[in-house]
């Protein structure tokens, strides 16, 4: 069974400080990662993706991705009350449809 | 900025009840996708739809999901015969790119509640 797993949190942390989010998969195969955050009782909304190995810089967002550790990570700089949220690791598998394989997510909480 | 829509936001139906979701994905996409999320669970894959086949489904998509693209605008699910389990938000998303890269972009939902 292809598996994402995340730590479901929550994970707490003041106003500007940076907030480190995990995620593993167990699929070796796997060809690229997404992070997602998700607002309660809202659809998931893309906020970065990567491909290759090491970091990725998107304003105030990092994706770091270690394929031989099977590693994902979110950083968020300056971390802001608005970005209390789930963030969704998803993974691209080895099948060859596109499909995504969800993680449980990690609850965010910035308190001002 | 084009999105994928989705209706009806919210349906109430009666266990047993046929019930079909649709969608409008953005335009110019090529790979349609259904996901479900049950209340305080992860996101799970249902189905992929590319060139009008399913392209693969997962062990949820059972006898009575069935998906279609009827008019080359919406994308439809059905399930033929609610069951109280199939209570969820049921997610579509869709993709420009091939099955190897390209992003998922997901619509509002419209959430299943099965009495």
């Known amino acids: 069974q292809k598996e994402v797993e995340q730590n479901s949190g929550p994970l707490s942390v003041p106003e500007g400080a940076i907030a480190s989010l995990n995620c593993t998969y167990s699929?070796?195969?796997?060809?690229?990662f997404f992070w997602y955050r998700q607002y309660s009782g809202k659809s998931p909304e893309l906020i970065m993706f990567i491909y290759s190995n090491g970091d990725k810089e998107d304003g105030r967002f990092t994706a770091q991705l270690n394929k031989a550790s099977q590693y994902v990570s979110l950083l968020i700089r300056d971390s802001q009350p608005s970005d209390s949220a789930t963030y969704l690791c998803a993974v691209r598998g080895s099948s060859n449809t596109g499909k995504l394989i969800f993680g449980q997510g990690t609850t965010l909480q910035v308190k001002p | 900025e084009p999105e994928v829509t989705q209706t009806p936001s919210h349906q109430v139906t009666q266990m047993g009840q046929e019930v079909i979701l649709r969608c409008v994905p953005i335009?110019?996409?090529?790979?349609f996708y259904w996901y479900r999320q049950i209340l305080g669970q992860k996101v799970e894959f249902l189905v992929s739809f590319y060139n009008n086949e399913i392209s693969e489904k997962s062990e949820i998509f059972d006898d009575q999901f069935s998906v279609e693209r009827p008019d080359g605008s919406n994308f439809t699910l059905k399930i033929r015969s609610t069951k109280l389990e199939d209570s969820a938000m049921y997610f579509c998303a869709s993709s420009l790119a091939g099955p190897n890269t390209g992003e998922l972009f997901f619509g509002e939902g419209s959430r299943l509640t099965v009495l």
């Open positions: 335009s110019n996409h090529l790979y």
């Open positions: 699929d070796r195969g796997s060809q690229s």
